[in-house]
């Protein structure tokens, strides 16, 4: 029978099904232009030239970037990329946070460590956090800042996922089943598989969920003040460096904001609607799956 939290469920599941069919087919897509080859000009029938960007027309549906690319098939090609990277940081941090919490819910003090630990991340947002560490000159020049930034945002938010998994597993830890099963000496590491992961694998999903919407409103923060996950430095004549970024993930299309806000608001306009999309995509499987297993419980 359909009702509200079904309707949320599937639209969810829909929804994020696309953008992953997306992401895999991309270049496939008979209105992608997969080549995304730059052109400093555009010639048009007539023979007259215009400079990019460009609005949209019959050509450019959504107009074209600042190097001329058609912009719908740069954001298109992008979704591969915008995904892994929020996948591998929601991935990472509850690979990370789950047996720390599990470790805190049976270790006092490491609990108490923990409970420091996050506080510590918690006096300043994270995306101030991120900000201020991605601005270290050796990850500002590293060849592998890709996977220091990936690092960092996992490490400023880990202490939430550690601490909320913690919560969950002190909640079952005296149930007379895991009582049973260190009476008859089960190993910390079984322990942990059968009796704390097993049953709380429906709340870490709908968390799992939810942290992948969370890394893309981050990731699209950074995007705002021109912070990505990946660049190349080119030093000018007068001895300072540019940064130009290379990728195609959705927020590189925020560089220059404030210049697109007067000459090219179809730029950020366009990334922006695509990263909102995703993210309530993610909310609403989220928010589907909380609910499915809500009432399952109490159907039980």
């Known amino acids: 029978m359909w009702n509200k939290q079904s309707i949320i469920l599937w639209i969810g599941i829909i929804s994020v099904s696309l ?15 997969p080549d995304l080859e730059k052109q400093l000009y555009i010639k048009l029938e007539d023979g007259s030239m ?20 058609d912009l719908l098939s740069v954001l298109i090609m992008g979704t591969k990329e915008t995904l892994l990277i929020v996948l591998t940081v929601a991935v990472l941090r509850f690979l ?11 270790k006092k003090h490491f609990k108490s460590f923990l409970g420091f630990w996050n506080q510590l991340f918690s006096y300043i947002p994270s995306f101030f956090l991120v900000m201020i560490l991605a601005f270290l000159p050796y990850i500002v020049f590293s060849p592998k800042r890709f996977w220091w930034m990936i ?14 998994s913690c919560n969950t597993f002190e909640q079952i830890k005296e149930k007379e089943y895991v009582q049973a099963g260190i009476v008859v000496g089960t190993s910390p590491f ?21 942290d992948i919407s969370r890394s893309m409103l981050l990731l699209a923060q950074l995007g705002f003040v021109g912070i990505f996950i990946t660049h190349v430095a080119k030093q000018q004549e007068d ?7 290379t990728s195609l993930n959705w927020p590189v299309a925020l560089e220059k904001i404030t210049l697109s806000m007067f000459d090219a608001l179809w730029i950020p306009l366009w990334s922006t ?3 909102v999309i995703a993210i309530i995509s993610f909310n609403l499987l989220g ?12 159907r039980a």
């Open 19 to 33: 953008l992953l069919c997306i992401s895999i087919f991309a270049p496939l897509l008979p209105f992608v232009q």
């Open 50 to 69: 215009l400079v990019p960007p460009l609005p949209a027309s019959e050509d450019y549906p959504i107009g074209t970037d600042r190097v001329g690319r």
């Open 96 to 106: 990370l946070g789950v047996p720390l919490g599990f470790l805190a819910s049976q």
């Open 151 to 164: 690092g960092i945002m996992v490490v400023v938010e880990v202490g939430k996922i550690a601490m909320t």
């Open 190 to 210: 079984f322990l942990f598989l059968r009796y704390y992961l097993k049953p709380t694998r429906a709340a870490l999903l709908v968390q799992f969920v939810f």
């Open 239 to 245: 001895g300072s460096f540019y940064f130009y970024n």
């Open 273 to 275: 609607t695509f990263m």
């Open 287 to 298: 928010e589907g799956l909380k609910q499915y297993f809500h009432s399952k419980e109490h």
